[in-house]
């Protein structure tokens, strides 16, 4: 499976980066989806133009397998093709490559079509998906299931949802929610583990004003390897889950 393949390089910004000089993943989420609507812009398939039918594309799930995430001030490659859809969902796969063009960072990305008034989720229009040269398939692909946070050993922390996290589709970025579970981490987790995968999916919209509850749990997988398990809860509903490996530093 496999359609248009797209590249752009981009020099890792120290604004983009944490205390350990090491892109955020909000970031990275943020620049690979950028470069989604760059390839977009370049086959005449615009923003604007799905605004006029009504429709607007949301991201519904991100499988990420990390084996080291890019620096400050290095020149990465982001890469990214659509390799197929369904009537309802389309994939896309996303890879960050370093100067030597080893892969650092491979996400493969569940996108939906949404009605902008009805809000609800609607059929893949053909002629929207066609420049992509992606694959017609019949089967759904299917990410890992997403472990339960253990809601005896959670820890709570709430965020109010601000302006600046509303993006264009009028409810809460979803690089936003990387922010939210990444700061309810304990520190030394932050400090002494990288980050190795992530499994995150969006079930419900969050928008301006929400008070938010991000709950975070943490299992040990096998030595020297943990996982926190997330979930974001908005009114009593969750909105959104997770699961994030970390591995130890050397």
Not at 1 to 21: A, N, P, Q, W
Not at 34 to 60: F, K, V, Y
Not at 118 to 141: D, G, N, W
Not at 148 to 170: C, H, K, M, Q, W
């Amino acid at each position: 499976m496999s359609g248009l393949k797209f590249r752009r390089k981009h020099i890792v910004h120290t604004f983009e980066c944490d205390v350990k000089k090491e892109m955020t993943l909000p970031a990275l989420i943020n620049i690979m989806v950028e470069t989604s609507g760059l390839q977009s812009r370049h086959l005449g398939n615009t923003n604007e133009q799905m605004s006029e039918r009504g429709l607007s594309w949301i991201i519904i799930q991100y499988d990420m397998q990390i084996t080291q995430m890019p620096k400050s001030r290095e020149t990465i490659t982001i890469e990214t093709e659509a390799i197929s859809y369904n009537r309802f969902f389309t994939y896309r796969k996303f890879r960050a490559f370093d100067e030597a063009d080893n892969i650092l960072v491979e996400v493969l990305t569940t996108f939906a079509m949404m009605d902008i008034k009805t809000r609800k989720l609607t059929q893949i229009q053909e002629e929207l998906v066609a420049p992509y040269q992606a694959e017609k398939i019949r089967t759904m692909i299917r990410a890992p299931k997403i472990q339960a946070v253990n809601l005896e050993t959670a820890s709570e922390l709430p965020f109010r949802v601000r302006y600046l996290d509303i993006d264009g589709n009028n409810h809460v970025n979803n690089a936003k929610y990387f922010d939210w579970m990444i700061n309810s981490i304990d520190l030394e987790i932050l400090k002494n583990y990288t980050v190795g995968s992530v499994n995150i999916k969006y079930e419900k919209e969050v928008n301006f004003g929400n008070i938010i509850n991000s709950f975070v749990s943490v299992e040990e997988v096998e030595k020297d390897k943990v996982m926190t398990v997330h979930h974001i809860e908005n009114d009593h509903a969750i909105a959104c889950r997770a699961n994030i490996t970390w591995v130890k530093r050397n």
